[in-house]
């Protein structure tokens, strides 16, 4: 490694030579390219592991990229990092495959559904630090409405939330999520279902004042079709809190404000 000093200083390459300015260091420093190359780690015997790990990383990504999707009704709810953790939540239930070779598992989260509810969407306000009340879901005999129930729900004592607000609103989200297993035709990871993107649906109260008096609050949301009809499915709900010092906007709907959510329920 070595050090550019003196007028000519630049970042980028030249050849197998480049130039990258360290934040850490606080100079610019040059260095030669190195590492295996992409025809090496594709072809030698050496790299066979690597070539295990990569395959397998396309179906954590896969996986990851869908459970994002299916919450996109309440992303604003989202705090910090979050999708490398559920990368990593895929990686985790992967390796609970003993069935298929390592380079090919299965990502299986049908079969472990519990896993789902421990990630972390919003690390500065965490779901079970701001939501301390019993709630209560449901999924109908015929695979198609979830219910959620907050009986006797008094928000002044029961939402936790670091800054006063006025106002707040639950929300609900159920989607399908589909398992991924490897295509031999394909030579490629699928999901169970497809389009599962569209197979998300959402519901959210009316914005409610914050007080002491107990109120009965109750969402449903329903698919078009019945669910878990296909094998390797799952049905993930979501709950989002949101508070807000203003009941409404400018036109008089509601409009997104600041709070959590958690995946919290799952049923296959």
């Known amino acids: 490694m070595a050090q550019l000093k003196g007028p000519l200083l630049f970042t980028g390459s ?100 519990v896993l789902l509810t421990l990630l972390n969407f919003n690390k500065i306000h965490p779901f079970d630090r701001v939501l301390s009340s019993r709630y209560e879901i449901g999924l109908s005999d015929d695979k198609k409405t979830v219910t959620l129930r907050l009986p006797e729900f008094k928000s002044y004592s029961r939402l936790n939330w670091p800054k006063r607000f006025d106002y707040y609103r639950i929300s609900l989200v159920i989607a399908q999520l589909p398992d991924f297993v490897w295509n031999e035709k394909d030579q490629n990871y699928q999901p169970t279902i497809n389009n599962a993107e569209r197979l998300s649906v959402s519901a959210f109260s009316d914005w409610h004042a914050n007080n002491a008096e107990p109120e009965e609050i109750c969402l449903t949301a329903s698919f078009a079709e019945p669910a878990l009809q296909q094998p390797g499915t799952t049905v993930i709900v979501a709950l989002g809190i949101e508070v807000s010092a203003y009941p409404t906007g400018p036109n008089g709907n509601n409009f997104p404000g600041i709070g959590t959510m958690k995946i919290v329920q799952c049923f296959v």
């Open 14 to 113: 030249i050849g197998n030579i480049r130039s990258y300015y360290d934040r850490r260091l606080k100079r610019y420093v040059v260095s030669t390219k190195g590492g295996a190359s992409k025809e090496l780690i594709n072809n030698n015997p050496t790299f066979a592991r690597t070539r295990e790990n990569m395959n397998e990383f396309k179906a954590c990504g896969k996986w990851a990229s869908q459970v994002r999707k299916s919450l996109l009704a309440i992303e604003h709810l989202h705090q910090g990092t979050y999708f490398a953790q559920i990368v990593a939540m895929g990686k985790r239930i992967q390796k609970y495959d003993e069935v298929n070779a390592k380079g090919f598992r299965s990502l299986e989260s049908s079969k472990i559904p």
